[in-house]
Structure formats: C-alpha cells, structure tokens
C-alpha cells in the first residue's frame, strides 16, 4: 500500500494549496487579483500582464516553487473583461500545472463598477515515481527503482481536471474588493487506486486608498481564503510615495487560530508600464528552525492604452493600475 501512503501524502501537500489555500502561498495576491478571482479581469483598464516566480522555504530539500503567468483586458464593447493564466507548482515529486481563461460582465454606474466572472480552469497533477523511495525498495544503481510495490509508479504519471470558478468584485474610487469560489464542481484526479477530489475554495478580497500627507498613500487590505473547514488570513498594508515607490508589511496565518509568516514587501516602477515587486516571508510556523524564508518576485506590464473601441472606460483613481 505505499502507493496509496505516499500519493496520500503528496496529494495533501497539493489538496493543501488547493482546497484551503491557493495553488502556492503567493505573498502578495492583490498584485494580481485574477488568479483568485475571475470578476477582476478587465479591471486594470487596459492589458495588463503579471508574471510571479516564488521560492517557499528555501534550504528545505523538496521546497515548493511556483510559477506563475496572467494577461487581462477590458472589452469594452461588451462591458466585459477577458483574461487567460497558467501556473506550474512544483513540491517534491509532485508537479501541478494549471491554464485557465476568465470572463466577466461588469456594470458601471459612475464611478463604480460592479463585475460578475467566471472562470474554467484544466488541471495537470503529475508524480514522478522515479524521486520517491519505499523501506521495501531496493535501488542498486543509478537509474533502477524497485520500489517492490506494483501500485507505485517508476516513472512520470500525470492526471487532469477540468474546474470551474465563478466570483463578483465591485471597484470603485476608495475601496474594492470582492469573493470568489474556485473547483465548484467538484473536479476529481484519478490515480491507481486514489482518487482525489478537489474540495471547494473560497476566497474573500478588501481593500482601500486614502491618501496621507501630499505625496503618500496608504493601501489597507485583508485577504481569506477557505474550504470550509480551515481559513487562512492575511492583512496589513503598504505606502505608496509619489505612485512610484512602495513598501508594505503583512500578518499571515496558517489557519484561523495559528501564526505563519509575517511578509515584508517593496516595489518601484521601471517605467510608466512595469513595475518590480519583491516579498520576503518571515516564517513563524515551526518550519521556521529548518529552512531560510520564502521569496517572491513580480513583474507587473500595463499597456496604458485603450484597446478596442466602444464605451470608454470609467475613470477610476486607485492606485493597483500602478502596480
């Protein structure tokens, strides 16, 4: 039965990130609000580009990576917004790649938008048999596995889902937020002799910008995500100078009731189209005493052009279409 022990737990690595948590822990979500939500594509008023590469618990063997890519943009003629991801995480000898394509409907009274999206997503679970060892198994050379078990795999096995999403967001001058639902049908992996259901998961989005002084601003946000059983929450807040520097520092839990990270955070901008962001993770769970943090990079692209023609786009001063 070590197939099904460690699929078992491989897999709870995998349901961990994508039942009560995302498909890895990105340090600053807000930064591209899509990946969770559906009903935000569009919302940055003009293409927009995001692309996030994550190291978590360096100097931990089998640490999980991730990697991730989005591209969004309003049609205007429809009211609507469109955008399409892909995202690979890595943990061990397992590897979970994922492309998705989002639609919305949003209405815009004023200021004031109010989105409604949907999102399907395919989702490629794959193990490699041939970085896992058993008690029972006998490995002689360099490239023989006899894990002497005929469940468990040697080589390369890969399943697939198809998982659907739906969320709403409302956008306006001060505040913004919105929630979301990913894997609301249930999509199931099919391994021999596991099968895997991919619980639901919910996601809840605040935030807000008031500005301070004459050239400050100050960005609260608080983010859960939840399967209904274990909650994780994040909160805090970055400053803005100028729209051009910022720096930021957030509370993490691994659920309701426990400390994970604190994550310190800072970005500029390049140009008037990309700016760079870098996180750091100060772990506080017990991993903290076994491995060197987590690091997270983005890089954000806005064209800043209306695209298209149709019905021009609200005006609406928030500060994410500079980030």
């Known amino acids: 039965m070590q197939l099904r022990v460690l699929l078992v737990l491989t897999l709870m690595a995998a349901g961990f990130a994508v039942s009560g948590q995302q498909l890895t822990r990105y340090s600053m979500p807000w930064l591209d609000i899509v990946q969770f939500n559906p009903a935000y594509a569009g919302l940055d008023n003009s293409l927009s580009v995001t692309g996030a590469y994550r190291a978590q618990w360096t100097g931990l063997e089998g640490s999980p990576t991730g990697q991730r890519l989005s ?3 309003p049609i205007y003629f ?4 469109f955008g399409i991801e892909a995202e690979r995480d890595e943990l061990g000898a397992r590897s979970l790649n994922s492309v998705s394509a989002s639609y919305n409907y949003q209405l815009v009274r004023g200021a004031n938008v109010f989105s409604f999206g949907v999102s399907a997503r395919y989702l490629a679970l794959g193990l ?3 970085l896992l060892r058993t008690p029972e198994g006998a ?15 040697t080589g390369n096995v890969n ?3 198809l998982a659907l999403g739906a969320g709403i967001y409302y ?5 913004q937020g919105g929630v979301s639902a990913k894997n609301l049908n249930g999509p199931v992996l099919a391994f021999p ?5 991919l619980g639901r998961q919910y996601h809840g989005y605040l935030a807000a910008r008031f500005d301070v002084l004459t050239s400050w601003e100050v960005l609260p946000f608080a983010y859960a995500i939840s399967d209904g059983t274990q909650t994780q929450l994040s909160g805090g807040a970055s400053f803005r100078y100028q729209e051009n520097i910022m720096a930021g520092a957030a509370y993490r839990t691994g659920d309701a009731a426990s400390a994970e990270a604190i994550v310190l955070s800072g970005g500029f901008s390049l140009n008037d189209n990309i700016t760079v962001h870098y996180a750091y993770d100060l772990t506080l769970s017990p991993l903290r005493t076994v491995q060197d943090g987590s690091h997270e990079i983005t890089l954000k692209y806005n064209l800043r052009k209306r695209i298209g023609a149709g019905v021009p786009p609200p ?7 500079k980030q």
């Open 78 to 81: 429809l009211n609507s917004g």
């Open 171 to 175: 956008q306006g001058n001060t505040f």
């Open 315 to 321: 005006i609406i001063y928030y500060p994410r279409a």
């Open 193 to 197: 002799g596991l099968d895997y259901t």
């Open 139 to 153: 490995y002689p050379n360099e490239g023989v596995f006899i894990h002497n078990d005929d469940l468990l795999p």
């Open 71 to 73: 591209a969004h943009l």
């Open 128 to 130: 490699d048999g041939s």
């Open 159 to 161: 399943e697939g889902s």
